[in-house]
């Protein structure tokens, strides 16, 4: 029989009528003689009734042998429910059935298909196609098409034109670890997985495509954390001859239109802008979360007469001020904040708490001249607890800020709610890496600088501003983006200041450097971080919540167990030997 | 400036107005002291006059330095032309340039860029960025756009959702050859580029996602053809709860969205259904062309008597008749299709010519004794060619369809306009490869068997039907699809049929089987060759034309020289070494 709905759909308008269902048994009870079954589909839940007065012998004992997650189809009679539950869209109606066959038997479940899951991530994954039955986990991944259908509508309609681009690109050292394809055709040579199609859509907008955008996977082997992949998803765009104003307004109406359609917010529209200087000075990060304030403040010319060498001769000192918090914190919470601050590069973590007009804590001793500036200086109330850093500026900067974030977890401050967009402008083109002992792109080598800090390309680096711009969304880095170079002389600067020799640029990069040649209009774009937007849109405080079929933190499938031994003939095909492995 | 409009756009309707347009130089004219630029966007051409007598004299410095491919912004007001090109949408109206910014400068391009190259395919792929800008390759990619929009709100419409599947997978040899990415975290592991989302979809219809698509990248290693590249798109989709005869339908109105909006074609539904074996036997195809006849007829019963060997004692005797055809081909172009004969495994291709009343050519003696049969079966007429395949049934009928569609393509008897969509249907499950010696999935081994026959998976393979559909555009697979098995007792009959172990099937689809443990519904879908059916719609001959960065015939990027050699350390880091490398 064809189905009539999905059962989550039948509602009191439907009563009267005869109907097919199909989906998965949740629940079963057998209740003064009637049965009754939870009957799920990806739409939701309807109660199924059996009675034994007027059922047939045959879907009596259907029904009876029924269990959890069988599959069936059932036709009835919609009829409305005696006792009404208005927690359920189906709530109203249940169907007397008249005829059930299963289609499908199964097991006992190694969880239960229930929202609030207590099962490991490994089981999780192992069993993924249980763990997306989960009302919840089905949600989040028909929010996610939601979301790319709104986005594609949006950028259909601005006359973006939708371009794939290839999977199997050329490795280029510069930026993250690549994934490599070993090619079978061309021995010993690899293709790479791509870390964005950065190259080649400015490719197209050499080739006039004026609007490019593609929803595309991306590739980086890195080692994982909560929020990353070993494959994820960006929304990238590019377009010419808009200026980074105009690229941005088209990004905030994508935003928009994407919390209109799945949330139902109206967002502000512009955003604010803040430049990287004032978020790393002000929040100790370069994606401020700005539902909340505790910024930090600078105490450097402060303290600089009191007798505590810490701060009299620390590079900075600088402050938060938890509000109220001196009764919360205890020394030992503190002692956990220190352990937080260590791992940030700190070399300790100073407080004090103040009461009753006066400081206290280990160092309220040395800052007993500086006690009124400070209070004024910090607005300080009654109960405040006050965390200094006292060291470079940088590392003070990075370790209150994730401090601030903390804190605001820990005491709640945070309206889960609120989506608090912002762009993070006026970006360092730079930045020092310690582990390379060098200058690498904030962004990428195709970022444009900023014209007037241009001439630092040959003087001081650290000194080169980039027309790039962040999207942050309550404290996470959203997507980002930058007009990029299109004049061959400055694309060689640039190639240059980043260590390149002539050789080594013409060798990576000389195919784009070669186009450089031949009309490449102004342009620039950007990315927006698919899995994170998400994420965020759906609560969820980790990327594998949104995706279908994630790796787990080893970068493994525990379903399939991917990746796996291949054959040798696979390998020789390759011409490849795996080292240790066994020779012949 | 801000861009006013598209170049390609301005019409009689802006006379008057003062417009900025932003693209590149196409042709420069000096005529009479007048200087004209064809000006090109990715909308169309427009054309820009500079008059010495009214022009600044910087205008004019500037107009007389520009060169083909100059990226140029100009402002000016739009007049009406003296003499308009009714060829051109923008032919009714001209710039008068006042003024004109150079935006980057530009070499001799390696080949002009117009539609109708000659430049070779290589040289293509090496400027892509400059084949792109080709008027018709910017038309091909934008038309793909078009196609997956209308796919997408179509699907949408019917509530499937998009869901994203994984790229890193895990390998498993049943099929074509893998593309493998070595694991660093797992060394001596591999994940493998997916063929398809084959078991994928089928999971996500175990999670009770009931209607499943995504537009998604494929891929094979496999030698590169015509039609075939190392990485292809493939319109996915699946169902739960329908039949081969809903899901057909859905696909028919797919087709007929996509027809109507990029072509303005309205399709006749239903499609017409082919039995497997009748497109094999009718049209030696199991993708028949029927835009034109010329059907394979049997003649193997009739010449059984004849004195002629090769004839009489062969297994099978097929002919097709080529209309009028006889003073087309003389002997030397019948030694030609001969010689495609034999690639198709035929010892030779006999014929003869109808005319007067007889029969000539080297068997035509032979056959005297039944050239009134024959004249009736085939229903001959003045100046025939008939064409004979003495063969196996399975010979004679590949020759001849290849021959058809060879001769079709010669005597130019196909309307390209006319778009004949058909679903073959009633698949065999098995076919048998000589390379292998042993039978293998005719589609994959997921395929539902149809009922009738499933008792041969124990007995005849070559008796197993499959629940399997094909869809066909004009002699070209388009799509194929299938209901699946749900049940793992005949899942695992089918590994065995197949010649799996029992250890083998587990090793390899352990997971899938374990899926089925857990109520597995009945489920089927299909997925569509975005890149032929973009290649049919945009009426070219190779799919390189409608992908923005395809490979050429050896797999090799000839832009970025992809695939590369990478660094010692790269291979260091994955535990890999190349055989035949310089070891240290």
Request: hydrophobic letters at 40%; aromatic letters at 8%.
């Amino acid at each position: 029989m064809k189905r009539s709905m999905y059962a989550g759909r039948v509602r009191e308008e439907h009563i009267g009528t005869h109907i097919t269902l199909k989906g998965w048994v949740g629940r079963r009870r057998d209740l003064g003689g009637l049965i009754f079954i939870d009957l799920r589909d990806r739409e939701g839940v309807m109660q199924l009734v059996i009675n034994p007065d007027t059922a047939s012998k045959e879907v009596m004992a259907t029904a009876e042998s029924i269990r959890s997650e069988y599959v069936v189809e059932v036709t009835g009679l919609v009829e409305a429910r005696e006792q009404a539950n208005p927690n359920l869209p189906t709530g109203a109606v249940e169907l007397k059935v008249e005829a059930i066959t299963v289609l499908n038997t199964a097991k006992t479940t190694p969880f239960e298909i229930k929202d609030g899951i207590e099962a490991n991530d490994d089981t999780r994954l192992r069993y993924r196609y249980l763990d997306l039955r989960r009302p919840e986990m089905l949600a989040n991944l028909k929010l996610r098409a939601k979301v790319t259908h709104s986005i594609r509508n949006y950028l259909d309609e601005l006359e973006f034109i939708d371009v794939e681009t290839p999977f199997l690109t050329k490795s280029t050292p510069e930026g993250a670890r690549d994934y490599l394809v070993p090619s079978r055709v061309n021995k010993g040579h690899f293709y790479a997985l791509p870390q964005s199609p950065q190259i080649t859509k400015q490719l197209l907008m050499n080739a006039g495509f004026d609007r490019y955008y593609q929803i595309v996977k991306c590739f980086r082997d890195e080692d994982l954390r909560g929020d990353r992949q070993p494959e994820f998803t960006q929304v990238d765009m590019e377009t010419s001859f808009l200026s980074e104003q105009e690229i941005q307004e088209i990004t905030e109406g994508l935003i928009a239109r994407v919390m209109k359609e799945t949330k139902g917010i109206e967002v502000t529209l512009p955003f604010p802008r803040m430049k990287y200087d004032d978020a790393m000075s002000l929040y100790g990060s370069d994606k401020p979360d700005t539902r909340f304030d505790m910024l930090l403040q600078d105490l450097t010319e402060l303290v600089k007469g009191v007798d505590f060498k810490v701060f009299s001769e620390a590079p900075a000192v600088k402050a938060i001020v938890v509000k109220g918090a001196a009764d919360h914190y205890s020394r030992k919470d503190i002692d956990k904040l220190t352990e937080v601050a260590k791992q940030y590069g700190a070399k300790g973590l100073a407080w004090v708490k103040y009461a009753d007009g006066t400081l206290n804590g280990p160092v309220a001793k040395f800052l007993t001249d500086v006690t009124s500036d400070l209070t004024t200086a910090l607005h300080l109330e009654d109960k405040d607890l006050v965390l200094f850093v006292a060291d470079s500026l940088e590392v003070a900067n990075t370790t209150l800020g994730a401090l601030r974030v903390r804190l605001a977890k820990e005491l709640d401050l945070v309206d889960n709610n609120q989506y608090n967009f912002l762009w993070v402008v006026d970006w360092p083109m730079f930045e020092w890496s310690e582990e390379e002992g060098r200058y690498m792109s904030a962004h990428h080598p195709f970022t444009l600088p900023q014209e007037e800090t241009e001439h630092e390309l040959e003087g001081d680096l650290s000194k080169v501003r980039a027309v790039a711009y962040d999207i942050v969304l309550n404290g996470y880095e959203l997507g980002g983006g930058s007009l990029r170079i299109n004049h061959k002389e400055l694309q060689e600067r640039m190639f240059k200041a980043l260590g390149f020799t002539t050789e080594a640029a013409n060798e990576q990069f000389g195919f784009l450097l070669e186009a450089m040649d031949y009309g490449f209009p102004p342009h620039g774009g950007l990315a927006i971080g698919l899995d994170r937007f998400v994420m965020l849109l759906a609560g969820e405080d980790n990327i594998r919540e949104v995706i279908a079929f994630p790796k787990n933190n080893k970068a493994t499938d525990p379903m399939t167990q991917a990746p796996s031994l291949v054959s040798d003939k696979q390998l020789d095909e390759l011409s490849l030997q795996v080292e240790g492995a066994d020779q012949e």
